[in-house]
């Protein structure tokens, strides 16, 4: 994959099961190349988590607010603990994770 496009990172992939190749992206303003290990490495979590860490964070590019007073290394902990956001979300309800009344009743909508 070829783009300055973050998101796209969710896609990246090593070579497992009936895949043939790996999936990597190239950023070519930096020329360098991200594999699962060099996401895990930058955001923390993995690619299948990136979206979810995205929403989380906020991303100004696609104007996303994130979540109000979750930085990146919050979402990373919370991730890595509940594995996605629905479950942080699940948490937050029932307590077990702070976070903001607005972004659990967002969840709710």
Do not use: H
């Given at each position: ?95 077990e994770v702070k976070l903001s009344k ?8």
């Open positions: 994959i070829l783009s300055y496009d973050k998101d796209l990172m969710q896609l990246v992939t090593d070579a497992e099961g009936d895949q043939v190749m790996p999936v990597r992206q190239l950023n070519p303003s930096e020329q360098t190349w991200y594999g699962p290990q060099e996401i895990e490495k930058q955001f923390g979590v993995e690619p299948r988590q990136l979206i979810d860490y995205l929403a989380l964070t906020g991303d100004p590019s696609d104007c996303i607010p994130g979540v109000e007073g979750v930085g990146k290394k919050t979402a990373a902990t919370l991730l890595q603990q509940f594995g996605t956001l629905e479950r942080v979300l699940e948490a937050a309800q029932a307590a607005r972004a659990i009743s967002l969840s709710l909508e």
